[in-house]
């Protein structure tokens, strides 16, 4: 990943999962110190084999003390029927340590754009989320903004798409026999492999926007069956069978990405954070990966 002589950050990442633990690694990597919470005592533990700090999110002191300790923080987990879990305990945490972090990034979803039949989504576009998953998104967003005014606090928003990498990715499904091809005509969406997410996250924290909202995502809008089928040839693999949307080998996960369809617009993440994703479209993503990068 790029922009390596921006200043270390001492980083605490609400939702250790694997952005979270992606973007931990990465702020270790360039010299910085990381912190990353999980409910899971299985999940500390492999965090700390990591070198990255593990919190219980539920230990309220252990989170002051963490949030205190901490110039950026990144929210990764995401809200429920009541909103955002992230803000309902950091909030009280910053707080009570009495310390006010440099950098708050939330990681928002696509899903807040709604179905766009195929046009074009834009940063600063109205949203218009047609999804349960869309409208929690949409309302956490609202809720740090407004978080971020009251207390002023520096916040910003990061819709990613659907999120790639080493060993989730086509390659690793056609590997282990999981793949499928759903063709839906005219369905299109963007990608973004996880390197590129969280090199736009550094990029932010070097040049931060307070209430800014920014598309991590790649170049190339494509339909998935065109991708699996890319993927397969690639490897030399036979195509996977092709189902229906509703058959039962389709993953919940799947078939979220389908119920919309747009062309995603990351010109202002460019423009305002010099952010280019290394991974222009899927087929360079997935030849990295093929070559162990």
Request: proline share 8%; net charge negative.
């Amino acid at each position: 990943m790029s922009d390596t002589a921006s200043p270390p950050v001492s980083l605490l990442v609400f939702g250790g999962g694997w952005l979270g633990r992606a973007a931990a690694l990465e702020a270790v990597r360039r010299g910085g110190k990381a912190v990353a919470t999980s409910r899971d005592a299985d999940t500390r533990a492999a965090l700390e084999a990591d070198g990255i700090g593990a919190v219980d999110p539920a230990d309220d002191a252990a989170l002051a003390a963490a949030v205190g300790a901490a110039t950026a923080l990144l929210v990764t987990a995401p809200p429920d029927g009541e909103g955002c879990p992230g803000l309902r305990a950091l909030i009280p945490a910053i707080t009570a340590s009495g310390a006010w972090p440099d950098w708050i990034g939330y990681i928002s979803s696509t899903a807040v754009y709604g179905d766009r039949a195929g046009g074009w989504a834009f940063e600063d576009d109205a949203l218009n989320a047609a999804s349960l998953e869309g409208a929690r998104r949409v309302r956490a967003e609202r809720d740090w903004l407004d978080a971020g005014r009251g207390m002023g606090l520096t916040v910003q928003l990061f819709r990613l798409p659907a999120l790639y990498g080493p060993g989730r990715s086509p390659l690793d499904r056609l590997r282990d026999g999981t793949a499928r091809i759903v063709r839906k005509p005219g369905q299109i969406f963007n990608r973004v492999h996880l390197d590129d997410a969280v090199a736009g996250l550094f990029a932010s924290m070097a040049r931060p926007h307070p209430g800014a909202a920014y598309t991590l995502c790649d170049d190339e809008p494509s339909p998935a069956d065109v991708v699996i089928e890319g993927a397969a040839k690639r490897l030399g693999l036979p195509l996977p069978p092709e189902v229906d949307l509703d058959d039962p080998s389709v993953s919940d996960a799947m078939r979220r990405f389908y119920r919309d369809s747009k062309r995603l617009s990351n010109a202002k993440a460019k423009a305002e954070l010099g952010w280019r994703p290394k991974y222009p479209g899927w087929r360079e993503g997935l030849e990295a990966m093929i070559a162990g990068a």
